[in-house]
């Protein structure tokens, strides 16, 4: 992808895409769910977005999706074709050929149909809690599978959230080019060879308004860097505790509804 021709990109996580349930892709776990979006919804943001960029070209939005679920190839890829799209989907590789998950030929369908395949770890891991060996071996073992599928430079996702010196230095040592990370940032950065990208997550709930918000609005884009920031010196704070609070937030939250 050429650089230069855009004053900036925004790249947009998403995870599943489903029809009617999110147990039809992905990840079966019930924290997995407030990330997958409903296939009418995703289009909605979808529409949306090719809308604005139609009218601001210096603007680009690329579409990504985390994890390898089936969806990628019969949702999410064909809502993307209709618009004269492509996404970039990034696959946790010891979960191919397993239930809800892509299979190595719906993999090579992805990449033929002109998407972009990355890794994102092999085994899905807190890279963070492993040792530098262990690293070292989620990046190798994942590219290797990919390589078949990957025809331009090497690209990964970190999975659940943050990385870390290490966890940037054996993606490098991997061969992987650049990196995405769940940082709400338009700013690229480099580590060593590294290219390195920010991403909004988009979750379950979030109307076209919302992920427009984030395409159009610098000063909205502040704001959730600065939350990004407040959040994660929570979760530094609470340690282990961060992830059963935040799960108990999203309960409410849905209860709430
Ligand atoms: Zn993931």
Redo the contacts with the bound molecule.
């Keep these: 992808m050429d650089n230069d021709r855009y004053s900036f990109r925004i790249c947009l996580m998403y ?1 599943d895409i489903y029809q009617r349930t999110p147990y039809e892709s992905g ?1 079966q776990d019930k924290k ?1 769910f407030p ?1 997958k979006i409903q296939a009418d919804i995703f289009e909605d943001h979808v529409k949306a977005v090719v809308r604005y960029c139609h009218e601001h070209p210096e603007v680009e939005v690329e579409f990504t999706f ?2 390898g679920g089936i969806s990628f190839l019969t949702l999410a890829a064909p809502i993307l074709e209709k618009y004269e799209l492509r996404g970039t989907f ?1 696959i ?1 590789t010891a979960y191919l050929n397993t239930p809800q998950f892509l299979t190595t030929e719906q993999l090579a369908e992805l990449a033929q149909r002109g998407h972009r395949i990355g890794s ?2 092999h085994t ?1 891991p807190m890279l963070t809690e492993l040792t530098e060996e262990e690293i070292a071996k989620e990046w190798t073992d994942s590219v290797n599978i990919l390589h078949p599928f990957v025809t331009e430079e090497m690209t990964a ?1 970190i ?2 959230g943050d990385g870390s010196v290490v966890v940037m230095q054996k993606a490098t040592e991997a061969g992987i080019q650049r990196l995405y990370t769940s940082i709400p940032t338009t700013e690229v950065t480099r580590f060593m060879s590294i290219q390195v990208l920010g991403r909004y997550v988009v979750l379950q709930g979030m109307s076209a308004e919302d992920v427009m918000k984030i395409v159009c609005n610098n000063s909205f884009r502040q704001r959730l860097y600065i939350r990004w920031q407040v959040l994660r010196c929570v979760k530094d704070c609470l340690g282990s505790q961060y992830e059963r609070i935040k799960r108990l937030y999203f309960r409410i939250k849905r209860e709430s509804k």
């Design positions: 995870h990840f997995a990330y985390d994890d990034f946790s994102h770890s899905h996702s999975p659940n």
